[in-house]
Every structure is written in structure tokens, then in C-alpha cells.
């Protein structure tokens, strides 16, 4: 293909496409582990981003008007955890003549999302309320359907259609047969009374059934909604209040043995030098005791950050409601970060806006407090950027840090929530002072996943076959039955 046709692809695709795995995989998932099939998807993706020149969309390359109307846009997520990505067809109208920057903007939002998030699967979302016949534009939908099918692989976990006019039956058939046999059952049509089966109230408006009360508005460009940094002590609220004096103390005391440990780890760090980046990674990490490293990490540009996706709770049952990331600075200059969070309420951060010297690690504990438990739609933002090193690091020195960094010099990385039944994690966790190991990592699921597709074709191919002898078994014996009365009828005539 590359031979043929490389004129047509953006050569900063074929780059990441040598260099990163996970997209290879992704491609390779949504086709099956059929190899042809994924080279021609690749083909047929490549040509289209440059078509579309998607590696270079941006707010500024497409007409403000189309971000104002709010049709298309990311917001909340549902009952697994998924981004919702939001089409709200009333404010969509047939135009020729706009289709294309249209087009644009529904790639923009998916390159938008698969750059910062790393290519998380999304839920789609068409809310049909109050539409219609004017609002029915096929070429529009066949193209946010091909995005998902045949350029973004292993991008769409569901579509749910809220409210469809009876007028739109005929050709949402036609939209099915756009999709395939795989995705059709990622279909599912909904109302007021059941759309809440996929997503929570609280990321529904109040036309759904839900209790959000988020208005589009633009600009800014609307995001995960982060909420303003944590404190140190977790967000001021009455809970606190209640909350018993052992806790707090308990709280207090590791947060104490934590800084000693860090302490101690950054004196040792002085006496060594002329050591490779990776070896300060390995011998400066800064853990707990029984501490155990994480087998998944992020590796950015200024932090590692580990782990790499996931922070795993416990459920109110299995009670673990600590989890432990740790950063380490891969730059010659001292980091500033800062800890966001969809769910302020909930959580604790220690520390949740500090700096990480050069070459050293730092543990962060992030802990449930009150009665709250884990959700799968909460999410973790880390910010960082390098600080000159003349620079403070005190709070009044970090306040105004970031009020003037640049946004183009923040590296951002998020985590999602995972909430977990057994007591054997697959992520850090912390529960008295104790860490386990990671039980499973994606490359893991990965290869059981081949094995059960395999196991699974082998078990057709079994059924084909029993199925075959048994038509033979039923033609042989009709066979049988017809030569046997045959028979009787020939013996009979001469009997006559």
C-alpha cells in the first residue's frame, strides 16, 4: 500500500503508525485479526486524514459559528465509564454548501479526543428531540458512521438514539445496513424511561430525565470539566466535619512517614551523578514500604507517570480506598504539577499542587473520603510544565507559575477510575500501609482475547461440520426410507 499510494498519506501518520503499538492494535482489534482487512482500513483511514487534513484541524482552521450552534460537542460520560459524544440534531440543518466544514468539525472533535485521552473508546449520542423532517440529513449520519467503522478503530462502544421520530424509521434501516453486522448491535434506541440504562442522571439533561445542568456555550471549547485544583486536605464541606479525629490523625501520620521517605530519597539523589535517565528512574522511585511498582507507566515528556490509565478503588465492601500514583521527573529542571478532578467532592490528593526536583520521584495518595465510593465516570487531570530554576517552589511561587506558563508548555495526562470487587487489584492500590501488584495488564487481555476469538472459530468450524453430517445423516436416511419402500412396493406388485 505504502509503495503504491504513499503521495496520498500524511507522512506524520505513517510516522506514528511505526512507532506506536496501541494504534496498530487498535486497527487490528476492530478487524479481527484479520491482517488484509486491517491493511485496507489503515488505506482507506490514511487517505482519508489527509483528505481532510486532520492532523492540522484546529478551533482557528473552522468558522466560529459552528462550535456556537453546539451540535457536536464532548460532555460527561456513561454508566461504563465512556466519553458521550453529544449530536443534537434540532440544531442541525441540510446545507450543501456547509457539509464540509460540517464534516471537518466532526473530525476535529474525534482528533480532539483520541490526541489527548489516547484513543478511548467514546459513546455516541444522537438526541433526536424535537426534530424533524428538516433535520434529517442521511449523507451527515452515513459520515459520523463511517468515521467510527472505517477510520477510527476500536473507537465506539455504542450508539444511543434518544427519542427517534416515527419518520426517521425508514431510514435509520438504511443506516443499519451502513454499519454491519458487528456494530448493529451498538444500536440502541431509547426514551425518556430507558435511556438511563446507559447513562446516569446526572449526565443527562433535563429534557432526558436527567438532573445536568450544563448549557453549551462557546468559546471556551467545552472539556472534561475539570473542576479547580484539590487541597492538600481534601474540599472544605460539612462532611469533614464528622468525619472522626483517628481518621484525620491516621491521614496525617502518613502524609509524614511519606515526606520522610521523599526526603530521605532526594538526599541520595544528591551523591549521585553521570547516571543515565533511566537508571535515576529506577533507583530514585520514592515508595512506601512493600511498595511494588506499577507494570503499566505513562512516559511523557517531563513526568512518568504510574500507572499508566487506571487508578483502581475498592468497592464498599473489599474497603480500599487509597490508590498511589507516582511521578518521576525525566528533565534536567525542577516540574511543577497539579492534580484536577471531575469529582472534587470525593477525593483527597497529597500532595494535589507541588514541584518534583530533576531525576527524583514522587508519590502521590489519592484517597476517598466521607462516605463517598469510586465511579467509573470520575477522572483525574495531571498537569505539568518545567520552572525555570531560579524559580521558587513555595505555594506563592507555584500560584503565579501557573497563572503565566504558557498553555503549549503544560503536559496534560488523564486517569480514569476503575472500581474493582476483588481484593487483588490490577493496579496500585494502598490499604494499610500495602500495595499490590497489577493482576493483569492490557497486553494480557489482549492475547486471552485472541484465544477465545480462536477457540471460538474452532468451535464454528466443529458446529459447521456437525451440522453438515447431520443434513447427510437426513438425506441418507430419506434415502434409505425411499429405497426400502421401494422395495415393499416391488415385492408387493409380484406378489399381485
Known amino acids: ?132 423532517i428538516s433535520h434529517i440529513d442521511l449523507d451527515f449520519v452515513r459520515f459520523i458512521v463511517n468515521c467510527f467503522t472505517d477510520y477510527y478503530p476500536n473507537f465506539l462502544t455504542k450508539i444511543v438514539i434518544f427519542e427517534m421520530p416515527w419518520i426517521m424509521n425508514a431510514a435509520f434501516k438504511i443506516v ?4 454491519g453486522p458487528d456494530a448493529i448491535s451498538m444500536l440502541k434506541f431509547t426514551n425518556k424511561s430507558d435511556v438511563q440504562e446507559y447513562i446516569s442522571g446526572e449526565y443527562l439533561p433535563p429534557h432526558m430525565g436527567g438532573t445536568d445542568s450544563f448549557k453549551y456555550s462557546y468559546p471556551p471549547l467545552v472539556d472534561d470539566d ?19 479525629k483517628e481518621e484525620v490523625d491516621a491521614d496525617t501520620k502518613e502524609a509524614g512517614e511519606l515526606n520522610e521517605a521523599q526526603n530521605l530519597n532526594q538526599k541520595k539523589m ?65 516540574v511543577a504539577f497539579k492534580v484536577r478532578t471531575t469529582a ?15 531525576g527524583t520521584s514522587l508519590d502521590i495518595i489519592v484517597s476517598l473520603h466521607g462516605g463517598f465510593a469510586a465511579s467509573l465516570q470520575d477522572r483525574f487531570l495531571i498537569m505539568a510544565a518545567e520552572m525555570d530554576q531560579s524559580s521558587g517552589a513555595g505555594v506563592p511561587e507555584l500560584t503565579q507559575f501557573w497563572k503565566e506558563v504558557p498553555r503549549t508548555k503544560v ?13 487483588k487489584p490490577s493496579s496500585l492500590t494502598l490499604k494499610d500501609n500495602a500495595f499490590s501488584i497489577p493482576a493483569k495488564t492490557n497486553e494480557d487481555l489482549h492475547i486471552q482475547l485472541t484465544h477465545l476469538l480462536q477457540i471460538n472459530r474452532r468451535l464454528e468450524e466443529q458446529m459447521n461440520r456437525c451440522l453438515w453430517f447431520q443434513q447427510l445423516s437426513v438425506v441418507l436416511s430419506l434415502l434409505s426410507v425411499t429405497v426400502a419402500a421401494f422395495c415393499f412396493y416391488l415385492a408387493y406388485a409380484q406378489r399381485s
Not at 233 to 244: L, Q, R, W
Not at 347 to 356: A, D, G, I, L, M
Not at 411 to 423: A, K, P, Q, W
Request: proline letters at 4%; charged letters at 35%.
Open 1 to 132: 500500500y505504502f509503495l503504491d499510494k504513499s503521495d496520498k498519506y500524511d507522512s506524520r501518520d505513517v510516522e506514528r503508525l511505526q512507532q506506536d503499538d496501541k494504534w496498530v492494535e487498535n486497527y487490528l482489534i476492530w478487524r479481527h485479526d484479520v491482517v488484509d482487512d486491517t491493511l485496507k482500513m489503515i488505506d482507506e483511514s490514511f487517505q482519508w486524514r489527509k483528505e481532510y487534513t486532520v492532523n492540522d484541524l484546529s478551533e482557528s482552521v473552522l468558522p466560529k459559528w459552528l462550535f456556537e450552534i453546539g451540535a457536536l460537542f464532548l460532555h460527561g460520560y456513561d454508566k461504563e465509564g465512556y466519553k458521550l459524544f453529544w449530536f443534537k440534531v434540532k440544531h442541525h440543518t441540510r446545507d450543501p454548501k456547509q457539509q464540509l466544514d460540517k464534516k471537518k468539525l466532526v473530525a476535529f472533535w474525534l482528533e480532539h479526543y483520541a490526541k489527548r485521552d489516547h484513543g478511548k473508546p467514546l459513546t455516541v449520542v444522537f438526541d433526536m428531540a424535537e426534530t424533524g
Open 176 to 179: 443499519k445496513g451502513w454499519l
Open 226 to 244: 475539570f473542576q479547580t485544583p484539590l487541597c492538600e486536605n481534601g474540599p472544605i464541606t460539612s462532611e469533614d466535619e464528622h468525619e472522626s
Open 270 to 334: 544528591n551523591s549521585i551523578e553521570q547516571i543515565t535517565k533511566s537508571e535515576e528512574t529506577d533507583k530514585t522511585e520514592v515508595k512506601p514500604k512493600n511498595a511494588k511498582k506499577a507494570l503499566t507507566t505513562f512516559k511523557g515528556p517531563l513526568l512518568h507517570i504510574s500507572p499508566a490509565e487506571e487508578l483502581y478503588f475498592g468497592s464498599k465492601e473489599t474497603g480500599e480506598k487509597k490508590c498511589l500514583i507516582v511521578l518521576t521527573n525525566v528533565t534536567k529542571n525542577v
Open 344 to 358: 472534587p467532592e470525593k477525593y483527597r490528593v497529597k500532595p494535589s499542587n507541588s514541584s518534583c526536583e530533576p
Open 411 to 423: 503536559m496534560e495526562h488523564r486517569l480514569r477510575c476503575h472500581v474493582i470487587e476483588s481484593s
